[in-house]
């Protein structure tokens, strides 16, 4: 029969990475070129079926800033799922990502299924050429590589895609293939 999970799921990374808008693109179908900054956090929740089982997920969409960094742990504590999100063309925000899967692997949950998404994928052009060659083409905006992600993901066991929120690029698949990792209760 058909059962449905409730998956408490966080975004965490650096202010104007995507995080809101990678939310608003999967709950909504919907992009804003200039979102207003969130102020402390936004909670919305989404359904998605996968097979027989519906996932409801209830998502708290932290603010970036720093002064809100130290009311994070309220909302990844018992938190069963977590988005970490970069800017493939801020290395800075990559940086700040790798902090906080850290920070996730030594408070939250054991066993809390994180994503690690690099955004803002439709900056790079010629994405195809840049992967056969290693190299980033002087009109990309890149500045995280594939590889950079890919090994963090890798080293730390954490699901990796990059996304678009604004063409939509990936969004689904990432909450998908969290919701597929999700224990049934
Ligand atoms: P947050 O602070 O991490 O929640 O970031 P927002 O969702 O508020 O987005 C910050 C800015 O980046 C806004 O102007 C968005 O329109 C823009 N933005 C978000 N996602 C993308 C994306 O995938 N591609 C591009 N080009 N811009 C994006
Ligand atoms: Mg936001």
Not at 16 to 43: C, H, W
Request: aromatic share 8%; hydrophobic share 40%.
């Amino acid at each position: 029969g058909r059962t449905t999970t409730a998956v408490k799921l966080v975004l965490l990374g650096e202010a104007a990475v995507g995080k809101s808008s990678l939310v608003l693109r999967f709950v909504n179908n919907d992009f804003e070129e200039n979102k207003e900054p969130t102020i402390g956090a936004a909670f919305l929740t989404q359904k998605c079926t996968i097979g027989e089982r519906t996932i409801k997920f209830e998502i708290w969409d932290t603010a970036g800033q720093e002064r809100f960094a130290s009311l994070a742990p309220m909302y990844y504590r018992n938190a069963q799922a977590a988005l970490v999100v970069y800017d493939i063309t801020k290395p800075a925000s990559f940086i700040k990502a790798r902090h906080w899967v850290k920070e996730l692997r030594e408070q939250a949950t054991k066993g809390i299924v994180i994503a690690l998404c690099g955004n803002k994928y439709d900056l790079t052009v010629n994405d195809e050429a840049e992967e056969d060659s290693g190299e980033v083409s002087e009109t990309s905006k890149r500045k995280v590589s594939v590889n950079e992600g890919q090994t963090l993901a890798e080293e730390e066991g954490l699901m990796f895609f990059e996304t678009s929120a604004k063409t939509a690029y990936n969004v689904n698949e990432v909450f998908l293939a969290i919701g597929k990792k999700i224990p049934e209760a």
